[in-house]
């Protein structure tokens, strides 16, 4: 059996029912995941390094987009070929699986989905898991196709903030956003982007899971307006990307990311 397309989100009964799929590949996206014996996974599923390969470890600030090259070698090592249908999921639920889902958008490759409610829907659904093996692949022949539209940087986004058909929404906590706290990054200040609101990640999960596409709606909606454009921000680019997915199940066009987000812009204003 062979997969042609996918949606953005998959249930973890669709993946139990897809999984033997000969095209399909199964990504674990946890963030900082130590991989020993004790290690679970989702049967078959590769582990994709976000911080140490999938992110440019020579910039200033962390999980920055890697180059079209570092991607597309990276994801070659992975064995994911062109023909591909690719399900991301991670340990938390719903968290750094949609980085990596915005990271393939962003490169050009569409037949990738998020896994809903991640490693533990999956298994509180009793679905059966195994542990981590040393294992190569085959060398995959996924190219890379750079779509700069879909990443902002820190003069994109002071260009987008004065833009009167343009919203930028914060993923962080509304503590964060409203200055309330600090920032959990030493050193780094309170504050916003100008012009931006704010709609916490977590408000878009019931529990693991994504809500429905009904209440992402109404909860976009309330904010979004007449805006034609949105941008994605968060604290460091990982969280920005659950927003980019809620509004891309909702139907919402030109959606952007902030790829430093509040570390970079923090730091350099």
Known sequence: MKINKI???????????????????????????????????IPNARFLDIKKK?????????????SKEQFQNEAQLLGI??????VVYDDKGIYSSARIWW???VFGFDTVAVL?????????????????????YDQGNFV?????DLMTNFKGINKFSIETDTLIIDARSADRFNCKVDEPKEGLRRGTIPNSKNIPYTTLLN?????????LSKILNNLVDDKTNL?????????????????TICDYKNLVVYDGSWTEYGSLT
């Open 7 to 41: 949606p953005n989100l998959v249930s973890a009964d669709w993946l139990n029912n897809n999984i033997h799929a000969s095209n399909l590949i199964v990504l674990d996206a946890t963030i900082n995941k130590v991989i020993d014996a004790a290690s679970i996974r």
């Open 54 to 66: 999938f992110s440019d470890t020579s910039a200033p600030f962390p999980s920055t987009l890697p």
């Open 81 to 86: 070929n062109q023909d591909a249908v690719i």
């Open 103 to 105: 990271l393939f958008k």
């Open 116 to 136: 809903n409610g991640g490693l533990p829907q999956w298994q509180e659904l009793d679905y059966s898991v195994e542990s981590y093996k040393n294992e190569t």
């Open 144 to 148: 890379a196709k750079y779509h700069p």
């Open 207 to 215: 529990g693991y899971e994504l809500k429905s596409k009904v209440e």
């Open 231 to 247: 941008v994605f921000s968060c604290g460091s680019g990982i969280t920005a990307c659950i927003l980019a997915l809620a509004a």
